[in-house]
């Protein structure tokens, strides 16, 4: 049925995948792994498929790893700086402690950027530029961003618990089983003859111990960082996407890409810190201002997953096929964006406003809490961006 000219849209509930009760988990557990290991050609498309351990690992280490970091960050009271506090202590967990690429050499991954895995390594095989590149990836691509796409995909889930204490304690058991199986996956048996994962004893202990500090201060961040809200226009949707996929480039290319480029590691270390710190600020600059809206938000992982898109034009046939269902789900996203969260319908001057206009911008206005007044916590699902 045609819209009544005037009239105000609706803005819909949200886009249901399988159940609602069930539905965020679910997706949330699929789409982590997916960005992290598919999407990016980190691992060949059917990996998981020929070889099924793999599955239970990327559904494991990420899919269960994101849930769990979403579910303690909304039993805290806590926002999006604990989810990132969190992200960087799986990428510690993950890369640091069952991969160990960041303390080894032979880590494919590292090889993969330099043959000798010594580029930007020190005497102890840590690589100081490789652990802040990781620790960007896994915090917002493998975390935040999946974290943002599912909450906006379900809003009236936003700010509840997805998990009870039962299946939260089966979803960390899942963790610590993938994590013990990928240690030993990764050091021994049929990847010995190609790839030792290597870390010394007392590197075991700065990376347990960096990862209980940074869940300590998850604990603790403030649900929000950055200016009180206050009126302002931001960039259009579109800009910010632009800007985003613009700015993760430089990065990717700093941290993935700068032996090749022949940048110094003190080069490359600096592009990826600068572009983590210039994000982060303008984000919460942006987010600030009252013209902040669900489109910008899903502006910035669509930034990132555009790239991703373009860049499964230089792999294989099957990255492209994941390259072209992104690309799909992006169109979709910003689609039911559009119309769900289209602007009222502005009459000419010379033309009455109708009351059906007036009576739901009353219920909107009256439905909208005072940003000032109300704990920070609770002006949006996790408060920012």
């Not at 090889?111 to 100081?128: E, V």
């Not at 004893?201 to 300590?216: E, H, R």
């Not at 931001?234 to 910010?240: A, D, H, M, N």
Request: aromatic share 10%; net charge positive.
């Amino acid at each position: 049925m045609g819209q009544e000219a005037g009239s105000v849209p609706v803005k819909r509930e949200g886009i249901v995948l399988f159940d609602r009760r069930i539905g965020p988990v679910t997706v949330l557990l699929l789409l982590s792994p997916f960005v992290a290991e598919i999407l990016s050609g980190a691992s060949f498309p059917l990996l998981p498929v020929v070889f099924p351990p793999f599955m239970f690992l990327d559904l494991g280490l990420y899919g269960c790893g994101a849930v769990l970091i979403r579910e303690a960050v909304v039993r805290w009271g806590r926002g999006w700086p604990s989810i990132l506090a969190l992200g960087v202590a799986f990428a510690f967990l993950e890369e640091g402690l069952v991969v160990a690429s960041f303390t080894d050499p032979l880590s494919p991954a590292r090889q993969a950027l330099d043959a000798s895995g010594t580029w930007g390594a020190g005497p102890d095989g840590t690589n100081w530029v490789w652990i802040p590149t990781l620790c960007f990836f896994h915090a917002v691509v493998a975390v935040a961003l999946p974290i943002l796409v599912v909450q906006m995909a379900y809003p009236s889930r936003g700010a509840a618990r997805w998990l009870s204490g039962r299946r939260a304690v089966v979803a960390l058991a899942w963790l610590i089983a993938a994590a013990a199986l990928g240690r030993v996956m990764f050091s021994s048996g049929a990847f010995a003859d190609r790839y030792y994962a290597h870390i010394a004893g007392w590197q075991v202990v700065a990376t347990v111990a960096a990862i209980a500090a940074l869940v300590l201060a998850a604990r603790y961040l403030p649900a929000r960082i950055g200016p009180a809200p206050r009126l302002g226009r931001v960039p259009p949707p579109r800009s910010l996407a632009i800007m985003t996929g613009s700015a993760y480039v430089i990065y990717f290319l700093a941290g993935f890409g700068g032996k090749g480029l022949g940048l110094s590691p003190a080069l490359a270390l600096g592009l990826v810190i600068a572009v983590a710190v210039a994000a982060a600020l303008g984000l919460m600059w942006l987010s600030s201002r009252d013209g902040w809206s669900d489109r910008h938000r899903f502006a910035v992982p669509a930034g990132v997953g555009w790239f991703y898109v373009g860049l499964s034009l230089l792999l294989g046939p099957l990255n492209l096929v994941v390259g072209a269902i992104t690309a799909y789900g992006l169109w979709r996203g910003w689609r039911w964006l559009r119309v769900g969260q289209g602007s009222a319908a502005v009459p000419a001057a010379d033309e009455p406003v109708p009351e059906s206009a007036l009576t739901e911008i009353a219920r909107k206005h009256a439905a909208t809490p005072n940003l000032e007044d109300e704990p920070r916590r609770r002006r949006l699902p996790f408060g920012w961006p």
